[in-house]
């Protein structure tokens, strides 16, 4: 996994205590990855390259389900090279346990959704209003024989571009959960007088749709079902 010199100068400039942070990295280099990890964690205050250094800790231990988790933290207000290197080892490690087949529709896929999440939400906006702006223009002003053309492709840009918005509010906003126990029943109700429709295998990737006291209500391979919150961990 990735270790960028950016992620090691914003921790020295971030972390409380130079010490701890010199510490973790030796620790790190010297391949004690478990004394690095323990390091990383005592920390009081995690920025995005902390969780990102706990991901890659995580993994050479080959605790996958941290790592994960680990990753996405480190997603959150993250400069763009950490958001990037993050979505790149939780692709990696999908991969690896077989979570994820690598096709070209799905590297499609992944690549698209990246780059939506990588982009300012106000770029986005500000796109929507000039296609507005465009089309409004045209209307009033184009008299010409290319007016219907030209309102037809700002028309077809504005609903491109006011989906990739709805898109990125949804991935935004998207609450996501990490399996941390193997084989967690996946249940009809949050009960578990419920039928089981299956297992959810261990370092999943979930979604959340809704909680119910003990239970999370929650997307897996295109089922919907309720298991029990001490079975995951949200991210």
Same mark, same amino acid.
């Given at each position: 996994m990735k270790v960028w010199l950016f992620v090691l100068v914003s921790f020295s400039?971030?972390?409380?205590?130079?010490?701890d942070w010199l510490a973790g990295y030796t620790a790190y280099v010297k391949q004690d990855y478990m004394s690095a990890l323990q390091i990383y964690e005592q920390c009081p205050q995690k920025n995005a390259a902390a969780w990102y250094m706990m991901g890659n800790c995580a993994y050479k231990l080959e605790q996958y389900p941290?790592?994960?988790?680990?990753?996405?933290?480190?997603?959150?207000?993250?400069?763009?090279?950490?958001?990037?290197d993050s979505a790149y080892n939780i692709h990696t490690v999908k991969q690896e346990l077989?979570?994820?087949?690598?096709?070209?529709?799905?590297?499609?896929?992944?690549?698209?959704?990246?780059?939506?999440r990588i982009t300012p939400l106000i770029f986005l906006q500000l796109f929507v209003l000039l296609i507005w702006y +465009? $089309?409004? @223009?045209?209307?009033? %002003?184009? !008299?010409?024989?290319?007016?219907?053309?030209?309102?037809?492709?700002?028309?077809?840009?504005?609903?491109?571009?006011?989906? +990739? $918005?709805? @898109?990125?509010?949804? %991935?935004? !906003?998207?609450?996501i959960a990490v399996a941390i126990s193997d084989g967690a029943m996946l249940?009809?109700?949050?009960?578990?007088?419920?039928?089981?429709?299956?297992?959810?295998?261990?370092?999943s990737e979930l979604e959340i749709y809704h909680t119910r006291e003990h239970w999370y209500k929650i997307g897996f391979q295109g089922r919907r079902g309720w298991v029990r919150k001490d079975s995951v961990t949200v991210v």
């Open positions: 400039m971030t972390m409380h205590g130079t010490n941290q790592a994960l988790i680990y990753w996405h933290r480190a997603q959150r207000n993250a400069p763009v090279r950490v958001l990037i077989g979570h994820m087949k690598d096709g070209f529709w799905q590297s499609m896929s992944w690549y698209s959704t990246l780059g939506v +465009l $089309l409004f @223009f045209i209307w009033w %002003q184009s !008299n010409d024989g290319k007016r219907r053309t030209k309102m037809v492709l700002c028309a077809m840009s504005l609903c491109i571009s006011v989906g +990739l $918005l709805a @898109f990125k509010y949804s %991935q935004d !906003n998207k609450q249940f009809a109700g949050p009960d578990e007088s419920y039928s089981s429709i299956g297992n959810v295998e261990k370092a």
